[in-house]
Nanobody, 122 residues
Framework: QVQLVESGGGLVQAGGSLRLSCAASGRTFSSYAMGWFCQAPGKEREFVAAINWSGGNTYYADSVKGRFTISRDNAKNTVYLQMNSLKPEDTAVYYC???????????????WGQGTQVTVAS
């Protein structure tokens, strides 16, 4: 069982940056792949980025490539999402998730956080 708690969301101007954190409980964090998803009002939850258990492999949605960076610190049981050059269309609730596979679909993740709101003002 893994419990996930996101933090770091907030209001930022377009072009600005935010760093999201997701703290995980449990001793097996390092064995899980981690992902970030986002959900804008009226839209389905969609993939943002994923990282494998070691941090050696990362994957991104085309919409965030070159702007967002996913990373993890297994010693701190934490995964991060560095978000740069933010755009108003990045506004959403951002969720972290843990699973056995670093995939791009929700069904590949077993545990979810409660989400953190990111609002990008134009």
């Amino acid at each position: 069982q893994v419990q996930l708690v996101e933090s770091g969301g907030g209001l930022v101007q377009a072009g600005g940056s935010l760093r999201l954190s997701c703290a995980a409980s449990g001793r097996t964090f390092s064995s899980y792949a981690m992902g970030w998803f986002c959900q804008a009002p009226g839209k389905e939850r969609e993939f943002v980025a994923a990282i494998n258990w070691s941090g050696g492999n990362t994957y991104y949605a085309d919409s965030v490539k070159g702007r967002f960076t996913i990373s993890r610190d297994n010693a701190k049981n934490t995964v991060y999402l560095q978000m740069n050059s933010l755009k108003p269309e990045d506004t959403a609730v951002y969720y972290c998730a843990a699973g056995d596979v670093d995939g791009a679909t929700m069904r590949e993740y077993d545990y979810w956080g409660q989400g953190t709101q990111v609002t990008v003002a134009s």
